[in-house]
């Protein structure tokens, strides 16, 4: 099992650029999330989705943000335009949802640093 | 690697000491709680979950017990090596509609060799 994947895994960008971070899911896994983390404000859930379906955005911290997930394998956070606050280490995680609880498999994260 | 946090508390124990991480969570409606460690430079990886419905679960080396009458979550974890040095972050579910995780701060694990 590759795990979670993750790209890039750097990504440096002046402020006002589009940037697109990347995901591929557990396969088999049924829900996708989005994380941040940041040294003020901790590990910060930003959106998550099940069987391709957003369900909760509320923790997208502006327009500027949006995720999308085409199909079970894939999904894709975008920054648009990018400001220095966004900064931080980006994370997704996958699960399968079932009636019960089961944890969430992370990547490794995207390091995005805008300048 | 990224730095998780400058500011975490910090626990220090020798290796092949016993070490017990702490967390107070901040729901009571929560079910679901998970204990992950994370190195510098990677995601979260998971150790050890427990259901509400449980006070204690059992791993390899580690332990989680759950207090629901003070929401306090603790996590030990029996004869520390070098490579348990790491930041631990509990997690809850406080929506079982949601499934999604909330995490607490993070402490960080110094094991001295």
């Known amino acids: 099992d590759a795990g979670v994947i993750q790209s890039p895994r750097h990504e440096v960008t002046e402020m006002g650029q589009e940037v697109t971070l990347r995901c591929k899911p557990i396969s088999g896994h049924n829900s996708l999330f989005w994380y941040r983390q940041t040294m003020m404000r901790g590990l910060e859930l930003l959106i998550y989705f099940n069987n391709n379906v957003p369900i909760d955005d509320s923790g997208m911290p502006e327009d500027r943000f949006s995720a999308k997930m085409p199909n079970a394998s894939f999904s894709t956070l975008k920054i648009q335009p990018s400001e220095p606050r966004d900064s931080a280490v980006y994370f997704c995680?996958?699960?399968?949802?079932?009636?019960?609880?089961?944890?969430?498999?992370f990547g490794n994260g995207t390091r995005l640093t805008v300048t | 690697g990224e730095s998780v946090g400058l500011h975490l508390p910090t626990l220090s124990v020798q290796e092949g000491d016993n070490s017990i991480i702490n967390c107070a969570y901040s729901n009571s409606a929560s079910d679901y709680f998970i204990w992950y460690k994370q190195e510098s430079g990677k995601g979260p990886q998971f150790i050890i979950d427990i259901r509400s419905n449980m006070d204690k679960r059992q791993g390899q080396r580690v332990t989680v017990l759950l207090n629901k009458t003070v929401k306090h979550l603790s996590l030990q974890i029996a004869a520390t090596q070098p490579g348990d040095s790491a930041v631990y972050f509990c997690?809850?579910?406080?929506?079982?509609?949601?499934?999604?995780?909330?995490f607490g701060s993070g402490t960080r694990l110094q094991v001295q060799p």
């Open positions: 997690a809850e579910n406080w929506d079982t509609g949601r499934r999604a995780l909330t």
């Open positions: 995680a996958s699960s399968l949802r079932g009636e019960s609880n089961s944890p969430l498999h």
